[in-house]
């Protein structure tokens, strides 16, 4: 079982920058995948990017590549994802989450952080 807690959400003009964080509880964090994925009122949740055990394999979305960067540090238990040149349509919750693999359907986790809200104005 891990604990996520996600921070590092706020208030950003286009064209700017937010880091998240993802802190898991428990010694278990390393032996998942985690996930980012991010939810918009009124529709559904959709991949961000993911990352493998050891960092050595990352995935994004297109409409995030090139801007978004995701890591982690084992030793600190937490991931993050690097958000670059902000725009207003990035604006939504974001969640980690955690998985056996960096799967891309938000239906493959079974442990979800409670969310961070990153809003983007124009």
């Known amino acids: 079982q891990v604990h996520l807690v996600e921070s590092g959400g706020g208030l950003v003009q286009a064209g700017g920058s937010l880091r998240l964080s993802c802190v898991a509880s428990g010694r278990t964090f390393s032996s998942y995948c985690m996930g980012w994925f991010r939810q918009a009122p009124g529709k559904e949740r959709e991949f961000v990017a993911a990352i493998s055990r050891n960092s050595g394999n990352t995935i994004y979305a297109d409409s995030v590549k090139g801007r978004f960067t995701v890591s982690r540090d084992n030793a600190k238990n937490t991931v993050y994802l690097q958000m670059n040149s902000l725009k207003p349509e990035d604006t939504a919750v974001y969640y980690c989450?955690?998985?056996?693999?960096?799967?891309?359907?938000?239906?493959?986790?079974?442990?979800w952080g409670q969310g961070t809200q990153a809003t983007v104005s124009t």
């Open positions: 989450a955690a998985a056996q693999w960096t799967y891309t359907d938000y239906r493959r986790y079974g442990h």
